[in-house]
């Protein structure tokens, strides 16, 4: 059996607008799939979906070939499904270190134990001299990089990161990569990754998951995505750069 997180012919409608239909996605373990598409594409709420904070109108979602049915959020982080959100989303009056401990905390550590996980994550990610500081005043970069760590925590079978380079510079964008890169050969994880730096996701993902208006309309690796004039007709009317190119 293939291990992935998967969808299958998921639709979800809000007061009869369709914002996702029959979205079928695989995210193998060990790999980097990609999810792009123009603002409004329906990206988060396929997250949702995946996450638990999104019960679909119909399809189903798997992992490693059981069905997740209808369980809360919560429940889907202790099966090993772990997200960052767009907005952060730290306790921003504790410590980074505490960050990481609530949440080991939260899926069954003890105190002890989940503060010794929490700063072994920061020292893996190299970001150990951030751990005393207050959440809610890190650069919006460094409340990235903590964001990922705290979802790392009792290292998660996938990890979904929804725009995790926003606000990044070339330079931080491909540590970015780099960190994601770790994250799959070391830690074994299946990465999603929602972005709209497409010179990243080109440079970092296995495969990409084209979304426009809901649905998925290309499927493939990066050097595919690139050449496909569906992807330019959805994109069509902004300019997405490339690494220097315009897609």
Request: proline content about 4%; glycine content about 10%.
């Amino acid at each position: 059996m293939t291990e992935s997180l998967t969808t299958e012919n998921v639709t979800v409608t809000f007061d009869g607008l369709t914002a996702l239909s029959k979205v079928d996605l695989s995210v193998p373990k060990r790999s980097v799939t990609g999810l792009i598409g123009p603002n409004g594409a329906g990206k988060t709420t396929l997250v949702n979906v995946l996450t638990g904070f999104q019960a679909p109108t119909a399809g189903r979602v798997t992992m490693d070939g059981a069905d997740l049915g209808a369980k809360p959020a919560h429940k889907i982080r202790h099966l090993g499904i772990a997200r960052t959100f767009q907005s952060g989303r730290l306790f921003s009056d504790l410590s980074v270190v505490d960050n990481l401990e609530v949440t080991g905390v939260g899926l069954g550590l003890s105190r002890r134990k989940a503060s010794a996980k929490a700063v072994e994550m920061l020292d893996w990610m190299g970001i150990s001299s951030l751990a005393e500081r207050t959440a809610g005043g890190l650069p919006y970069t460094d409340e990235r990089r903590v964001a990922i760590g705290r979802a790392l925590m009792l290292e998660p079978k996938y990890l979904l990161l929804d725009e995790p380079a926003a606000g990044m510079s070339a330079e931080e964008a491909d540590d970015l990569s780099r960190l994601i890169a770790r994250i799959v050969s070391e830690i074994g994880c299946g990465v999603l990754l929602i972005e709209h730096n497409i010179g990243m996701v080109l440079k970092t993902c296995d495969d990409i998951h084209v979304l426009d208006s809901g649905k998925i309309i290309e499927v493939g690796p990066p050097a595919v995505i690139k050449a496909s004039e569906k992807v330019r007709h959805a994109y069509m009317g902004t300019q997405v750069e490339t690494e220097g190119e315009v897609l």
